[in-house]
Each structure stands twice: as C-alpha cells, then as structure tokens.
C-alpha cells in the first residue's frame, strides 16, 4: 500500500486479489485493478427499514396499502417499492405475505382453527388466493401441511 492509501482498510483476502475499502472514494479497490462502487447504508436507512417492517408485523391482518406504508415512511410509492426490493430482495407484497404465511403457519401447528378461519385472521381476503401463496411459499397446502405436521408431533 502506498502513502496515498494510508486511510484504506483492507476488508478481505483472497488468494488472487486482494479488496480494499476507501473512505474517501466509496469505492473497493482489487489488486487487479477492478473498481467496484462500495454503498454505505445509514441509520436513517436501517431505522426506515425497521419501522417498514415493525408496522408489517403489527398490521399484517388488516388491510394494508402500499400508499398507506408510504406515507407512513414519507416516501413515493415507487420509492418505498426500490428501498423494499433494494434491502430486502423482495417486493412490498411478498414481503407481506412472508410474515403472513408464518403467521399461519404458527396457527395451523398450533390451533385447531379452521383453514377459512386462519385464512382470514391472517389478513389474506380470498382462501383460494391464500392458498396459492401458501403452496408457493411453503411447498403444500395448507391442509397437507398441517396433516404433515400433525403426524410428527409428539404429545406430552
């Protein structure tokens, strides 16, 4: 490392190259000459994150909007959809039906409520949409997984 380098970390090895971090460039540097453009997220990203998904978690049976989460965050709805998909890797919806689908999934194992009944409480309007989300998310029904389920538990 030369003397203009003197603020550069080293944040990783590998056996051909090696990866510097600027501070001053925001920018990894590689032995091999490749630049790769470094972000540095926040606390204003990480705290608009945590209260995008906290709100999630509190509201996940009501009806919620992506305007309404906009608003809440005081972004666009384009933007709140870009933040979504940029830290988390998936959209407004599936990350909505993420905490959904785990939230019938602790009643399906837990109560002994019907499908319809978990369908609706967990916020979902339609059971045959319900369903579909389910099966794509966790690889059967809901009424398959709560057979498997109950096959393996054990009772006390």
Not at 3 to 10: D, N, V
Not at 126 to 152: A, D, H, I, M
Request: proline share 2%; with cysteine; charged share 25%.
């Amino acid at each position: 490392m030369t003397a203009k380098h003197s603020k550069t970390l080293k944040i990783a090895r590998s056996p051909s190259r090696y990866h510097y971090f600027s501070n001053s460039s925001l920018k990894v540097y590689s032995s091999n000459g490749y630049t790769k453009p470094f972000k540095i997220y926040n606390n204003n990203d990480t705290d608009r994150l945590d209260s995008i998904m906290l709100y999630l978690h509190e509201n996940y049976q009501k009806r919620i909007t992506l305007s309404e989460v906009a608003k809440l965050t005081n972004m666009s709805d384009a933007s709140l959809m870009r933040f979504l998909k940029k830290w988390t890797g998936k959209t407004f919806i599936d990350n909505l039906n993420e905490i959904r689908v785990a939230e019938a999934v602790c009643r399906l194992t837990d109560t002994s409520d019907s499908i319809s009944e978990i369908c609706y409480r967990c916020g979902f309007n339609n059971l045959s949409n319900f369903n579909r989300v389910f099966k794509r998310r966790r690889g059967s029904t809901p009424t398959e997984y709560r057979e498997k389920y109950s096959r393996s538990r054990f009772i006390i």
